[in-house]
């Protein structure tokens, strides 16, 4: 960040009243919107006040800067010389493995440097990264991205996940693979996949809960990414928990499978989630690309996390970029108002409502276990995020033209790229 103190300004702006944790700031539009003076000094927000009647109407609308749950930094970027013209799950695992096979620290560092400058650039404040940890291209994907990490801690919080087989963790190189992932401040990951019905399976999740438990090491699984068998993974999980609890916070990213259990089955299951204090990550733009697919078919069925069921029963939901431009997605930008867009008719979250964005919000930032959850309030960081846009549909049309800032400095003043510089890139 540039140097020196962080100058005080004042604007006024369009805010979402669920975002607002200060009464008597009025009950908003009918689209959730109320005019808000928000003053801020030394990097805090310093003062919130609702508009009086009279007043000229904002021409901007306010969202805290916000936070990525789920990417794939390592792979991103990687259509062009990988695609799955197919669009299938099998396809995307195919050329995954291909590239994998030709990564090299300098690749790596590429295209996270260009992902984090695009999320940088787009408003984000935190991200959690998937890593594929098995196989040749694991070490030099680690390396790269601790060093991106490290480098960019001070305006993006970056959290990595060791992506690997569920049964992984049963094997004798699950312990060194664990130890270097807790000194990098990461999680644990796996992917289970279904039936999930094999002792080996159970065993590697088993393994998994123990050893995170043990290390205190947080736990982000790829759970039930499938259109088939319900709900398998899930219910495995809950099965081991019920058995043995744990005290480390797990994540279950995707959990698309859950949209084909009946509603009553659904709800039990939500419950028990609930109970253990899951969280989930839907990821609708991968999910809904990959999933459902059949030859010369039009989809009938688009698994998705059912993140209203979830919400009702007090599990902690939000909502994922997951894969930018690799075989497994071939589209996106690390740009979070892009993702509410594309979300609204996929997974029908209106933002006007409160529980239709959080998910973008503060769920995201509760799940990454971040010291702010993106409440706007007196004493909170001045990161904001203020959009050409008076209304919400002005928001969702397109993404509009922004401006950003950081601890109460506007990103130009910020040097946003002086990454590139420190690091030769």
Known sequence: MAGGSAPAGTLHAWCSVSLLDQAGLGDGRRDGLVAIEIAWRHGVISALRELPPGADPPTELMLPRLVEPHAHLDKAFT?????????????????????HATRS??????????????????????MRSHIDSLGPGAACSWEALQDRRLLWRERIELQLVALVPISHW??????????????????????????????QTRRGLEDLLALADRLGCGIDLHIDEADQDPAAGLRLLVQCLDRRPVSVPITCSHASSLALLSARALAQLADRMAAHRLGVVALPLTNGWLLGRR????????PLAPLMQLQRAGVVVAVGGDNVQDPWFPGGSFDPIALMAASLPLAQLAPWQRRGLMPFTTEAARLL???????????????????????????????????????????????ADHNAAASGS
């Open 105 to 126: 620290v300098e690749r790596v560092v590429a295209r996270a440097e260009r992902g984090l400058q695009l999320a940088w650039r787009h408003g984000l404040r935190g």
């Open 79 to 99: 259509w062009a010389d990988h695609p799955n013209h197919e669009g299938t799950y099998a396809g995307a695992m195919a050329a995954n493995r291909q590239e």
């Open 295 to 302: 030859p010369q078919q039009t989809p009938l069925q688009r």
């Open 170 to 199: 049963s094997t004798p190189e699950a312990g060194e693979l664990a130890r270097q992932v807790v000194a990098a401040g990461g999680l644990l990951g796996g992917v289970l996949v279904p039936p999930c019905r094999d002792a």
């Open 369 to 415: 276990g971040l010291a702010w959850d993106g409440r706007l309030q007196v004493g909170a960081p001045a990161d904001l995020i203020l959009l050409e846009a008076t209304h919400w549909g002005e928001v969702l049309a397109s993404p509009p033209q922004r401006r950003v800032l950081v601890a109460g400095r506007w990103l130009t003043e910020t040097g």
